[in-house]
């Protein structure tokens, strides 16, 4: 069973910053092609952001001049720097993991993000 261990969710103001984090097994992190989704309330679950291995990250329209996505393949670690958030933004943020070659999809339980004045 792999398991990612997703963290920093928690409740701000509009405006302000939040980062989260997603580690992995480190024996599979440098064949995972990993990824952020949302919940927002009342909707499906939508990517966020995703990043490969050594590829160019992609990110939904709504964020990509607000969140950068990374990953740190020396802490077997994938980031997401959530900045100028807004109302819009609350949801519960999954991280999910796709392993190269065997195509397995793994996926965090989650972590609350509230963005409330």
């Known amino acids: 069973q792999v398991q990612l261990v997703e963290s920093g969710g928690g409740l701000v103001q509009p405006g302000e910053s939040l980062r989260l984090s997603c580690t992995a097994p480190?024996?599979?992190?440098?064949?995972?092609?990993m990824g952020w989704y949302r919940q927002l309330p009342g909707g499906e679950r939508e990517l966020v952001a995703q990043?490969?291995?050594?590829?160019?990250?992609k990110y939904a329209e709504s964020v990509k001049d607000r969140f950068a996505i990374s990953r740190d393949n020396a802490v077997n670690t994938m980031y997401l720097q959530m900045n100028s958030l807004k109302s819009e933004d609350t949801g519960v943020y999954y991280c999910?993991?796709?392993?190269?070659?065997?195509?397995?999809?793994?996926w965090g339980q989650g972590t609350q993000v509230s963005v409330s004045s």
């Open positions: 999910r993991a796709v392993r190269v070659g065997r195509g397995d999809v793994y």
């Open positions: 480190k024996y599979l992190f440098s064949i995972l092609v």
């Open positions: 990043i490969g291995i050594g590829d160019t990250p």
